[in-house]
């Protein structure tokens, strides 16, 4: 039996070991992880003050062959959430090199003004 004969629940993800997610992803290499990894990962980049992403590339990669997984095999909900991942690490990354801490409607609209830049970019294609 090949992978292409087994439904994702069937289909063990590779970091938790466990039957796969509804929202799960496969590589070009048949390695299959639930979605949720890519988001846990990505959140704890960023609470290590570090970037998720660098040069405003929002390329993810397997957990074990390293290939690039485009943007557009993730689903609808795993992307929007993502968005708001990198927005708020971002905002935590400027609080923590430059000391300052933003107010309640400061967050919010700089939350407003990253999720507008995700957007533009994801639309132009970088």
């Known amino acids: 039996m090949t992978s292409d ?9 590779v970091v938790c070991m466990e039957p796969c997610a509804e929202l799960s992803i496969m590589c070009c290499n048949g390695h299959m992880v639930c979605e949720k990894h890519y988001l846990q990962r990505a959140k704890a980049i960023y609470e290590e003050g570090r970037s998720a992403f660098s040069n405003k590339e929002n390329v993810q990669r397997c957990f074990l062959c390293r290939t690039d997984i485009p943007t557009y095999k993730f689903s609808d909900k795993h992307n929007k959430i993502m968005d708001v991942i990198i927005a708020d690490g971002e ?24 999720l507008q830049q995700i957007k533009e970019l994801q639309i132009s294609g970088h």
């Open 91 to 114: 905002i935590k990354k400027v609080e923590k090199e430059t000391g300052a801490v933003f107010s309640t409607e400061e967050r919010n609209n700089a939350y407003k003004h990253s």
């Open 5 to 13: 004969d087994l439904t994702k629940n069937e289909l063990e993800c």
